[in-house]
């Protein structure tokens, strides 16, 4: 399903008082766990079998994949890790006999982006080491630029430059696909925040401008009037078959 208009989707969630049950005792016992860690190394050492553990997302990379123009030539990856969005693109390319377009990816985690060129050798894939928040982008050269399952540890505020760079990156015409994890109310919004706020002020040992690992999802009409304060024209909501994920498509 796709469409403009947030509450004409069905609910994020099955059973919302389950859900939020859960969330509350997941908080609870990470917070007993203690400090979160640093993002990339977070990664690195879960680097084994972590495609098999986000296979239980496979409809995100799956649909995010099949929106991507199939006329795209220049396509830009942030948080790219191990490419499973670029393993469904390749398979949809290789059963419509396309081209596969020239990837520059982002991400943090060496050991993740090991694992992408090993899997696409033959490829025109380039990944930048480094923050999306920082990596430079570049003016007008992407037809389309890709997120899944990423961008859900940051804040409102801290999208906003981020989608502001996006939104630069990408040509006229061009389309941003964001295939993420999005909170089902405003109660789950105000759980997630408190257990950062609480989580992160155990990290004494890592700076206040470093990265940890800990899910900041918001309502997703939120993240959307970022994305369009950041310039893209249209923002629409795209169902993908998991719980509490959505991949909004924004224009440029």
Request: charged share 30%; hydrophobic share 40%.
């Amino acid at each position: 399903m796709i469409t403009k208009n947030y509450h004409e989707l069905p609910p994020l969630r099955s059973d919302m008082e389950k859900h939020l049950a859960d969330t509350r005792a997941y908080i609870t016992q990470m917070c007993e766990r203690g400090a979160a860690e640093e993002m990339s190394e977070f990664f690195t050492r879960r680097e084994d079998g972590y495609d098999e553990h986000m296979m239980q997302f496979a409809p995100c990379y799956d649909v995010t994949a099949s929106h991507i123009p199939a006329d795209c030539k220049n396509l830009l990856d942030l948080g790219c890790g191990t490419g499973l969005e670029l393993d469904a693109l390749d398979r949809i390319c290789k059963r419509e006999n396309r081209a596969f377009p020239r990837v520059v990816g982002v991400d943090m985690t060496q050991a993740l982006v090991d694992q992408l060129y090993a899997k696409h050798p033959d490829k025109d894939i380039t990944v930048k080491m480094g923050s999306y928040f920082e990596v430079p982008l570049g003016t007008e050269m992407f037809d389309c630029a890709v997120s899944v399952e990423s961008i859900h540890h940051f804040s409102l505020d801290e999208k906003l430059p981020l989608f502001r760079r996006v939104y630069d990156a990408l040509k006229n015409g061009g389309i941003f696909l964001q295939c993420d994890y999005f909170a089902a109310c405003e109660e789950e919004v105000e759980m997630c925040e408190e257990h950062w706020r609480i989580r992160r002020a155990m990290n004494h040992d890592i700076g206040e401008d470093a990265f940890v690992h800990i899910d900041r999802p918001k309502m997703a009409y939120d993240e959307a009037a970022v994305l369009k304060e950041a310039g893209f024209s249209e923002v629409l909501y795209c169902t993908v078959g998991v719980e509490g994920t959505l991949l909004l498509i924004a224009k440029k």
